[in-house]
């Protein structure tokens, strides 16, 4: 099984190509292109050649792109102004090479209030994407989102937190050729829920992942291990629907606050760390 990592922090820190030959010599065979904010390069008449050098630093070390993600925002930048360039990403992703971009879904404060129109709305944006992807050889991954409360501040179900809404999204989209889900770990342990019941709800559907540990409460994007989900059920969750896509890291907290030279030391153990998760995964399915 291949496994990968994320980009977005390490590229901002590093550059591209420093960033993707730390990530290759640290043992990852796969890499996650993670656009979290909008770039130039992708957005310039040039974004062809920006793919190409990339994708060729990638593949002369032997390992390839597995999924890129794409932009996200609040409802009113997201809505206006990344939405419209969201087609570009795709096609992006695939002259990368990449299997699957991941697209959030529109979201905003008012999920509850709103969660009608908001499925409405995102039925209309994934819909529209769907010739793109196709066109260009790509899945759009859907993602699992979460809020916060306005008051409180405590974090919340959003736009497909539930798993019975997510599988309900990619069951009327109803194209398999251009849409996949990505199960964001993480966000599932957030929104009160055990990973292992999503894994279990969506079961085909997912062919992505966002792999990442939390305590419950707070976003921590850190290694597994690190917070308290219960990995060994979540990677026998994934064995019982005999996943087969890849298994991608979105840990970055877990080297953000070390000086640059430990920065390999890191991302060997991130390393280390996917590959004995991705291994068991295997494990298990001979189990069953």
């Not at 656009?35 to 310039?44: A, I, M, N, Q, T």
């Not at 050649?49 to 630093?57: E, F, N």
């Amino acid at each position: 099984m291949l496994f990968s990592t994320n980009t977005d922090n390490l590229f901002s820190k590093l550059g591209a190509e420093r960033a993707l030959n730390m990530i290759i010599d640290a043992g990852f065979p796969a890499v996650d292109i993670s656009y979290y904010k909008p770039s130039d390069d992708v957005l310039s008449e040039d974004y062809a050649q920006t793919a190409r050098k990339i994708r060729h630093t990638v593949e002369s070390r032997g390992a390839v792109i597995n999924q890129i993600h794409t932009p996200f925002a609040g409802f009113d930048s997201y809505v206006g102004e990344i939405i419209p360039t969201m087609s570009r990403y795709i096609e992006l992703a695939g002259l990368l090479g990449a299997e699957v971009a991941v697209v959030h879904p529109i979201q905003n404060d008012s999920y509850y209030k709103d969660r009608e129109m908001l499925r409405e709305m995102n039925m209309k944006f994934y819909s529209s994407l769907a010739p793109v992807a196709k066109a260009c050889g790509v899945k759009i991954g859907i993602e699992n989102m979460w809020k916060r409360r306005p008051v409180s501040n405590f974090i919340d179900d959003s736009v497909c937190a539930d798993p019975l809404e997510l599988a309900s999204y990619y069951d009327e989209l109803a194209d398999p050729e251009a849409f996949t889900v990505c199960l964001d770990i993480g966000h599932v342990a957030l929104c009160g829920r055990e990973p292992e019941y999503a894994i279990e709800t969506l079961g085909g559907r997912i062919g992505a992942l966002h792999v990442h540990d939390v305590d419950y409460v707070s976003d921590l994007h850190t290694l597994p291990g690190q917070g308290k989900i219960e990995w060994d059920k979540v990677i026998a969750a994934l064995a019982k629907i005999n996943y087969n896509g890849c298994f991608t890291l979105e840990a970055n907290n877990f080297w953000a606050r070390y000086d640059e030279c430990l920065l390999p030391d890191a991302l060997r153990f991130m390393s280390r760390v996917a590959k004995h998760l991705s291994d068991k995964l295997e494990g298990y399915k001979l189990t069953l």
